[in-house]
């Protein structure tokens, strides 16, 4: 545990001013809220639309939810208890769909067909791009459970369904639920691939606000819904895990469990996967394959893309997936301090409140900033440095998780060697927590770097008028139907995150791929 040492002023500070600066877009946005007229409130909460609304996204959370915790468990049954040919190779390419951005794979499922813009479509493409967050944990609470309960249930004669349902569904029940909360919060704040496909949500018609007419109020009590459900989730997420314990409590090394035999069910199994690998994989990379080979008359919308415009592009993503990725670790590294050297209420109070960012949806966040500076900081509005303000609160949660644990890895007893030699603080971080803590922090800025190279909603409402990434480029050409000009950004884009991906898996452990969305 943290000690109880005085914690030193300068870093409470500065987790104090972090912790503002996570908690001022929400602030902002409830003030906004609270400033409508109470009967002009409701006017406008209880209108169709909303209901529209609320129908529409309530029914994608529930159905790409459940769609991913039945395929992600079924697929991670399979790879890790049974006798699959191949399974570890059907392993990787069930976690790679991971680092493919959701709006890519819209992009390559439009573009097959046009047909695809209404629920069922959204359902797929979201279910294809995030059913991933459910097997990772999935697999590695399978991995990880003592198969000896099950052995023991199916000797008192229960079947395979059976023991299951009674003993391995349980033991499931923390990794699962919070995959599907993963999920759930993704498809609640999903912006990209559902306004390619055409599906409104409150995320869609948010920004079709901003972008129609800006005013402030409205737009605000649209985003407090969505806040709402996003905190739902979370309640829910609690309420249904509730404070069962499943830890093993035997002594020694996990016992390596006996593969099932699948018998006949061989076939139809390596067919689902099969047809899971070309809906997650082989059509976005074909679609983009493809198109990188048409000439631009082939799309239904004729554009050319030139090399200079291409290259301005990803040397733009590239240069604020940097500075995303080091702002990001910056507000992270004093929480991550306070949490692992500190022990006391303000300090767990302060690191919590960075976690709020985690259910602030992106445009609520992008939203607020650009209210902000356009009322009372003018000379930050369209600024690359609002930018990068916007990516490191959004990526802050997943910075300050691997700052924590690389923090927490360093040995308290090199920290006091330091200290018992004269050392202040300053120089015991600088000489001794930033060397040995060093590849933890370069796992937690790749993370950041390549969601910020992704990041569509802040991208599009804070850029700098001018600014090109290639992931508003893939967003502005597919919109206008233009899929031929849209696929060297997306196939840029794509092997970016590919690639990153394997190299964050490779340096620091296949764990890290699980913290890449």
Same mark, same amino acid.
């Given at each position: ?261 699948l018998g006949r069910a061989r076939y139809p199994v390596l067919a689902g996967f099969a047809l899971l690998v070309v809906a997650t994989l082989g ?14 008359? #082939?799309?239904? %919308? *004729?554009?050319? @893309?030139? !090399?200079? =415009? /291409?290259? &301005?592009? $990803?040397?733009?993503?590239? +240069? ?36 709020? #960012?985690?259910? %602030? *949806?992106?445009? @609520?966040? !992008?939203? =607020? /900033?650009? &209210?902000? $500076?356009?009322?009372?900081? +003018? ?47 300053? =120089? ?57 000009? =849209? ?31």
């Amino acid at each position: 545990m943290p000690r109880r040492l005085r914690i030193p002023s300068g870093l409470l500070t500065a987790g104090l001013v972090v912790a503002a600066l996570v908690l001022l877009p929400l602030t902002y946005t409830i003030n906004e809220a609270l400033q409508v007229d109470r009967q002009d409130a409701i006017d406008l909460v209880f209108r169709p639309l909303v209901g529209e609304l609320l129908l529409n996204t309530l029914s994608l959370v529930l159905a790409t939810t459940l769609l991913s915790a039945v395929l992600a468990t079924a697929a991670a049954w399979c790879v890790e208890r049974t006798d699959l040919p191949g399974r570890q190779v059907w392993g990787v390419l069930a976690a790679v769909p991971l680092a493919i951005p959701a709006f890519v794979s819209s992009f390559a499922w439009i573009s097959l067909s046009l047909r695809l813009q209404d629920f069922a479509g959204a359902v797929v493409v979201v279910t294809c791009s995030y059913y991933p967050l459910v097997y990772l944990p999935v697999a590695a609470a399978l991995r990880g459970m003592d198969p000896a309960l099950e052995e023991t249930a199916r000797a008192l004669g229960q079947t395979g369904w059976g023991s299951f349902r009674r003993v391995v569904l349980p033991q499931l029940r923390p990794a699962l639920l919070g995959g599907m909360l993963l999920v759930a919060l993704d498809t609640l704040v999903e912006f990209g691939a559902l306004s390619l496909l055409r599906f409104r949500t409150f995320t869609t018609e948010i920004y079709a606000e901003y972008r129609t007419g800006f005013d402030p109020s409205e737009i605000a009590l649209l985003a407090m819904i969505l806040l709402a459900l996003c905190l739902v989730c979370l309640a829910a997420e609690l309420w249904v895990r509730g404070g069962a314990r499943y830890a093993r409590v035997g002594r020694g090394s996990r016992r390596a469990s006996t593969p099932h035999r699948l018998g006949r069910a061989r076939y139809p199994v390596l067919a689902g996967f099969a047809l899971l690998v070309v809906a997650t994989l082989g059509i976005p990379l074909g679609m983009i394959t493809y198109w990188l080979t048409q000439h631009g008359s #082939a799309a239904i %919308t *004729p554009e050319a @893309v030139s !090399a200079p =415009a /291409l290259l &301005s592009a $990803t040397f733009s993503s590239l +240069q604020l997936g940097a500075a995303g990725a080091a702002a990001s670790l910056l507000l992270a590294f004093p929480l991550a301090m306070l949490a692992t050297q500190y022990d006391s209420r303000l300090v767990t109070l302060v690191e919590r409140s960075a976690y709020l #960012a985690q259910g %602030t *949806p992106g445009i @609520v966040v !992008a939203l =607020a /900033l650009v &209210s902000l $500076t356009v009322q009372r900081m +003018q000379s930050l509005y369209q600024s690359e440095a609002l930018l990068i303000i916007a990516y490191a609160i959004l990526f802050l949660p997943l910075a300050l998780v691997s700052t924590r644990v690389a923090l927490a890895q360093v040995q308290r007893g090199l920290q006091d060697a330091g200290r018992s030699l004269g050392l202040g603080w300053i =120089a015991v971080l600088w000489r001794v927590l930033l060397p040995l803590a060093g590849p933890g922090l370069g796992a937690a800025a790749a993370m950041v770097f390549v969601s910020v190279m992704t990041e569509l909603t802040a991208t599009l409402l804070l850029a700098p008028i001018g600014t090109r990434t290639l992931a508003t480029q893939v967003w502005a050409n597919t919109s206008s139907l233009a899929f031929a000009a =849209a696929s060297p950004y997306a196939a840029l884009m794509t092997l970016i995150s590919l690639l990153s991906a394997w190299l964050l898996a490779r340096r620091f452990g296949a764990t890290a791929l699980s913290g890449t969305r």
